[in-house]
């Protein structure tokens, strides 16, 4: 059973960079499947943010692509998103995902001075 957790911090402030990271148990990132970043708010419902291949090839959201970045680190078996000079509205629940089908339980994050 793939299992995911996300963690990083509650509150950002505007400007800064957010970090989370997803651990991942009962599968590889590296051998197969694809690993997602989408998150949710009440303004734009679910938001697909980026992916990272099992190869480590990234594709990123044209509309998010000049501020995500996201990473890996096989030996821990995590992968990381970084948002860089958020806004408020990056407001969301930030979930990572494994393809489709196995889902984190997702982390509120709030960007708020």
């Known amino acids: 059973q793939v299992q995911l957790r996300e963690s990083g911090p509650g509150l950002v402030k505007p400007s800064q960079t957010l970090s989370l990271t997803c651990t991942v148990s009962?599968?590889?990132?590296?051998?197969?499947?694809?690993w997602n970043w989408i998150r949710q708010s009440p303004t734009k419902g679910l938001e697909w943010m980026g992916t990272m291949t099992y190869g480590g090839v990234t594709y990123y959201s044209p509309a998010l692509k000049s501020r995500t970045s996201i990473s890996r680190d096989t030996s821990k078996n995590q992968f990381t998103l970084q948002l860089t000079s958020v806004i408020p509205e990056d407001t969301a629940v930030y979930y990572c995902?494994?393809?489709?089908?196995?889902w984190g339980q997702g982390t509120q994050v709030t960007v708020s001075s």
């Open positions: 009962g599968g590889s990132i590296a051998t197969d499947a694809y």
């Open positions: 995902t494994r393809g489709i089908t196995y």
